[in-house]
């Protein structure tokens, strides 16, 4: 018998589980949460993306060292101005036995242009034009600097296999954000697993495809995903031998997984930036930037790093990270506790005022001990916070609502551009085009938003890298949200089985690569 590890609700144990007939190559793994949906265009997360790596393909994707390879799309060229032409792989299926062609990715295009989380990604795109059964034109409305940035979110869609309706008579392409969908219970991909056996909460099962179309690929038959909330049950769980790969590795315990036998620490620079946002529609304090500045500066970015995180991120003070065209080091993290308080008084709010706060217990790296620490913090200068976390399944619908004063949200630019962070934290939230769609605090300047615009429309590195500084010092100034810190990334791994050759910056293990030594 294998012994599964789970989380339950009242304390966190190692339980065993059912057994299971394992394949050749079996490797079990144990991330804090499982995905929340099988859909891949019902939520822009880390989850759904690491989901859609698994049992979708990019047209292409990055690499280790932040470069573009090929995935479905062989071959692209720049047709003209507004036009990138891509040559799709032959031979390429579904899992439904569907073949893959140019169709498919018309379709997909046309949904994510629905989708709420994606839309905004895709609106410098009008159309993706047909040429051949293989072969189509990404067309933009003016030329566009991150063609091949946005195309690692395209993951062709089976079109068939999604048209159409239900037994119940809805559209199976339908996307239902936190709801009861056919593409958030069913999926066929072109990717490296299939999706055997998912139990929300408890456990999914991956089956290698066994008509991949890349052969050269990795030698994993089987991945079971196990959702282990509480960190040193995960821990636990790695150095037991229960499991086999585990993210994220808390801080806490970098030292001694580091120091184990028999497992591999793997640790990277990351560019996730962790926020707060104040609800302006919410508070009316917060409609006065000297308050939202008083709270920015009664926030220990430096102490939190120190204390919570063990030193493993990086203090923020902007969302963009060092190596982005907006970062400068001019917009450096701010702590000053009299410079908070005075800014309250001369705002009229010197006695403070009392607001609610929510963060996830389950998505970032110590995500709970942060908040309590910032509401801490904010006693300080006299705000009383009503502080709630919850798993992260519970969080970002309560985000949705915008429903807390305060709310935590971390964000890598998976576009690895400045102009991401402002899209879909502050810029003017804006239904029809999907912009400020995770913008709780309802931020809004449309000097910031006009400044993003124009580099999203300018090709030259050094005009964009003065119109992001200019937009990001827009944000610093009005203290538009809290930056905390970068989180920085750490997997812990069973050694052999070369898991450092898979993980990124971008935190999407590509599982279907994994080659595992024989014996391991």
């Known amino acids: 018998m294998t012994k599964f590890v789970r ?23 144990a991330y804090d949460a499982d995905p929340v949906s099988l859909d891949p265009h019902e939520q822009l997360s880390g989850g759904t993306l690491q989901l859609s790596h698994m049992v979708f393909d990019p047209l292409v994707r990055w690499t280790q060292d932040l470069q573009f390879e090929p995935r479905l799309a062989e071959s692209w060229e720049q ?38 989380d994606f839309k905004a990604i895709f609106a410098p795109f009008t159309d993706v034009e047909v ?49 009861d969908s056919f593409a958030s219970r069913n999926v066929s991909g072109t990717g490296p697993f299939i999706v055997s056996e998912r139990e929300q909460g408890v456990r999914v099962v991956f089956d290698r495809y066994a008509d991949y179309w890349d052969t050269d690929a990795g030698n994993v038959d089987k991945i079971v995903l196990t959702p282990i909330k509480e960190d040193p049950t995960r821990v636990a769980a790695l150095l037991s031998g229960d499991v086999d790969f585990i993210a994220p590795v808390p801080p806490t315990d970098l030292k001694r997984v580091a120091e184990a036998q028999g497992v591999d620490l793997i640790t990277m620079p990351g560019t996730r930036i962790i926020t707060f946002q104040m609800n302006q529609n919410r508070v009316e304090a917060f409609k006065d930037a000297r308050v939202r500045q ?9 102490g939190i790093v120190d204390r919570i995180m063990r030193g493993f991120g990086t203090v923020g003070g902007q ?25 309250m008084a001369e705002a009229g709010y010197a006695d403070g005022f009392s607001i609610t706060m929510m963060a996830p217990n389950n998505r970032y790296v110590n995500d709970d001990k ?17 502080l709630q976390t919850m798993p992260k399944a519970q969080y970002w619908p309560t985000f949705d609502e915008r429903a807390a004063d305060m709310m935590m949200i971390g964000w890598h630019a998976d576009t690895e551009d400045s102009a991401n962070f402002h899209q879909f934290l502050t810029a003017c939230p804006d239904d029809a085009t999907g912009n400020g769609q995770y913008n709780s605090g309802n931020y809004c300047n449309p000097e910031a938003d006009a400044l993003m615009n124009a ?26 949200f809290i930056p905390l810190h970068w989180q920085n990334l750490a997997w812990g791994a069973k050694s052999g089985m070369n898991a450092g050759d898979i993980v990124n910056a971008l935190n999407f293990p590509y599982f279907g690569d994994l080659i595992v030594e024989t014996g391991s």
């Open 455 to 480: 580099a999203n429309a300018e090709t030259d590195p050094a005009k964009r890298t003065e119109l992001l500084q200019k937009l990001e010092g827009i944000l610093y100034d009005e203290a538009a």
């Open 294 to 302: 008083a709270i920015d500066y009664a926030v220990n970015n430096a």
């Open 370 to 386: 942060i908040a309590q620490a910032v509401a801490s913090m904010l006693a300080q200068i006299n705000i009383k916070v009503d």
């Open 7 to 29: 989380s339950l609700a009242a304390a966190a144990v190692v339980a065993a589980m059912a057994p299971v007939a394992f394949a050749e190559t079996t490797v079990r793994v």
């Open 319 to 343: 969302a963009s990270p060092a190596g982005y065209l907006g970062y400068s080091e001019g917009y450096a993290p701010r702590f000053d506790l009299e410079k908070a308080k005075s800014l």
């Open 79 to 116: 047709i003209d101005g507004t036009t990138m032409r891509f040559k799709l792989r032959s031979g390429v299926t579904f899992h439904s036995g569907n073949a893959l062609t140019a169709k498919d990715v018309d379709w997909t295009f046309d949904r994510l242009k629905e989708s709420d």
């Open 131 to 179: 040429v051949d059964e293989m072969t189509f034109d990404l067309k933009t409305s003016e030329p566009y600097p991150l063609v091949l940035h946005s195309a690692t979110y395209i993951f062709p869609m089976d079109s068939a296999y999604y048209s159409g309706t239900t037994a119940d008579g809805k559209e199976k392409a339908e996307i239902v954000k936190h709801g």
